[in-house]
């Protein structure tokens, strides 16, 4: 069994940064694929972005292209997402998941392990 704990979110002014983590229990993290997700209110559930097992990312959605990066370190069973240039509709609630396949998908039904989730809120 897998556990994902994310941190980060908060409020921030438009044009500002945040960094969010998702630190993952289990001894395979290193071998799954990972993604960051978002719900904002009254919307779906949406892909922002992936991370294969090596480290190269994969399908960012194209309302964050050039904004957000995603990253991880292995060692220390951590994903994260760097987000800059935040703007109000990036405001969601922001959950990491994890695909033990080690397929990157933009589909959630690629993913097993899914966190809690951690609020981001853009104030314009």
């Known amino acids: 069994q897998v556990q994902l704990v994310e941190s980060g979110g908060g409020l921030v002014q438009a044009g500002g940064s945040l960094r969010l983590s998702c630190v993952a229990s289990?001894?395979?993290?290193?071998?799954?694929?990972m993604a960051w997700f978002r719900q904002a209110p009254g919307k779906e559930r949406e892909f922002v972005t992936g991370?294969?097992?090596?480290?190269?990312?994969?399908g960012a959605a194209n309302s964050v292209k050039g904004r957000f990066t995603i990253s991880r370190d292995n060692a220390k069973s951590t994903v994260y997402l760097q987000m800059n240039s935040l703007k109000p509709e990036d405001t969601a609630v922001y959950y990491c998941?994890?695909?033990?396949?080690?397929?990157?998908?933009?589909?959630?039904?690629?993913?097993?392990?899914w966190g809690q989730g951690t609020q981001v809120t853009v104030s314009s």
């Open positions: 991370i294969f097992w090596s480290g190269g990312s994969f």
């Open positions: 998941a994890a695909a033990a396949s080690g397929i990157g998908s933009a589909a959630q039904g690629m993913y097993n392990y």
């Open positions: 289990g001894r395979t993290f290193s071998t799954y694929a």
